[in-house]
C-alpha cells in the first residue's frame, strides 16, 4: 500500500474552515484514499474516502488532485469537538490492510 | 444496532497468562479487523477477516491467533501474554472491501 504524508500538527480557530492535506505520490491506480478521525482516546471514526473525483458528504468534503498524489480534506466549520487526530490512509480494494500512519493533531481554538 | 462491541473494556494480565478479547458486530459485515495502538502511535494491523471461516496476518501478528467461525464475531486470542502486549485493541469491520471502518471503543490491556 502507499504511503501517506501529513503534518503533525494544524490549529484551527473555531468556525473557520480546517483544510487537512495529505501527500501520497506513490498511489496506485486502484487505491482509495480513506480519512478517520480519533477524539483523545476513543475508537477511529470514518469521515470519507475517494478514487478519483471529489466527495461530500455531511461531515467533510475531500479533494483529490488531478494526478491523485495529493489529497485535502475540509471540515467547512471547524467546532471544538472537531479537536482531533486526522488520519490520512491509502488502500486497496482490500481495506482490511488499512495503514496507520501518526497522523495530524488538529487544534480547534476559540 | 449496536454497531461494533468490545469486552472488556480494561482488563490486567499476567505475564504467561492468556486470554480472548472478544469483538461482535451486529452490522452483518463481512471484514472485520484487529489493530493494536501503543501510546503516541498509529494503529498497527495485527490480523484481519474477509469473511467468516477466512482471516490472514496483518502487520504485527506475533503471539495472537483469531478464528472467525460466524460472520458476528472475531476474537483475538493472546496466547501467552507479554509486557510488550500492553496496548489499546480496537477491533473494527466494514460491509464491503470499498467503505469505511467502524470501530469499537477499544480494549485497554496492560500486561504486569
Known amino acids: 500500500d502507499a504511503k501517506t504524508t501529513q503534518p503533525t500538527s494544524m490549529d484551527c480557530a473555531e468556525g473557520r474552515a480546517a483544510n487537512l492535506p495529505c501527500n501520497h505520490s506513490?498511489?496506485?491506480?486502484?487505491?482509495?484514499v480513506y480519512w478517520y478521525r480519533q477524539i483523545h482516546s476513543q475508537g477511529p471514526q470514518y469521515i470519507i474516502h475517494g478514487l478519483k473525483n471529489n466527495e461530500t458528504n455531511e461531515m467533510a468534503s475531500l479533494i483529490i488532485t488531478e494526478d491523485r498524489k495529493s489529497s485535502t480534506l475540509i471540515l467547512p466549520h471547524a467546532t471544538l469537538r472537531d479537536t482531533a487526530v486526522y488520519y490520512c490512509i491509502v488502500g486497496t480494494g482490500t481495506a482490511s490492510k488499512l495503514t496507520f500512519g501518526t497522523g495530524t493533531r488538529l487544534q480547534v481554538t476559540l | 444496532n449496536a454497531g461494533v462491541t468490545q469486552t472488556p473494556k480494561f482488563q490486567v494480565l499476567k505475564t504467561g497468562q492468556s486470554m480472548t478479547l472478544q469483538c461482535a458486530q451486529d452490522m452483518n459485515h463481512e471484514y472485520m479487523s484487529w489493530y493494536r495502538q501503543d501510546p503516541g502511535m498509529g494503529l498497527r494491523l495485527i490480523h484481519y477477516s474477509v469473511g467468516a471461516g477466512i482471516t490472514d496476518q496483518g502487520e504485527v501478528p506475533n503471539g495472537y491467533n483469531v478464528s472467525r467461525s460466524t460472520t458476528e464475531d472475531f476474537p483475538l486470542r493472546l496466547l501467552s501474554a507479554a509486557p510488550s502486549q500492553t496496548s489499546v485493541y480496537f477491533c473494527?469491520?466494514?460491509?464491503?472491501?470499498?467503505?469505511?471502518?467502524?470501530f469499537g471503543s477499544g480494549t485497554r490491556l496492560t500486561v504486569v
Open positions: 473494527a469491520s466494514s460491509p464491503t472491501y470499498n467503505y469505511g471502518y467502524t
Open positions: 506513490t498511489i496506485s491506480g486502484n487505491e482509495y
